[in-house]
């Protein structure tokens, strides 16, 4: 089937939240760097609805790690961000990534990374919270 040129969508400007969260994944990654993680993916599709913002390895065990940037925390830390429904899309997420891998039963955890700053303004604030969540139970395999 032959796409006619002008029926091509033009690429989607990036907006101002993308650009910052962009960012703040990049501020994150310098810093998991700098505790000696290592990086194996960035922004990890998995599936057609989910999204892993940093998959590293920290010693043996694998972490999936969601990156929150806020230009400042006048409404709350970004953590509180990762709520219920986002905790399941993770979960789902992580579970789809591990199933492909050649060996799924490695240990892993849930991190999430703070960043709280602009790329405009002064050095961020970096806070990793390390095991911030546990995998659904949902997921879990049985007992």
């Not at 998959?55 to 709520?83: H, I, M, N, Q, Y």
């Not at 799924?104 to 602009?118: I, L, Q, S």
């Amino acid at each position: 089937m032959r796409i006619w040129p002008w029926c091509r969508r033009a690429p989607a400007a990036e907006t101002p939240a993308a650009r910052a969260g962009r960012w703040g994944e990049a501020q994150a990654e310098r810093a998991l760097r700098e505790r000696g993680f290592k990086i194996l993916g960035r922004r990890v599709r998995v599936g057609r609805r989910d999204e892993l913002d940093l998959v590293a390895r920290d010693g043996g065990t694998l972490v999936f790690v969601e990156v929150k940037t806020r230009a400042s925390e006048a409404f709350g830390s970004p953590a509180a961000a990762v709520d219920r429904a986002k905790r399941h899309a993770l979960s789902r997420a992580a579970v789809r990534y591990l199933q492909a891998l050649p060996n799924p039963r490695v240990p892993f955890r849930f991190d999430v990374v703070e960043v709280v700053g602009a790329p405009d303004a002064g050095p961020p604030v970096v806070r990793h919270l390390s095991n911030a969540f546990p995998l659904e139970r949902r997921y879990l395999p049985p007992a």
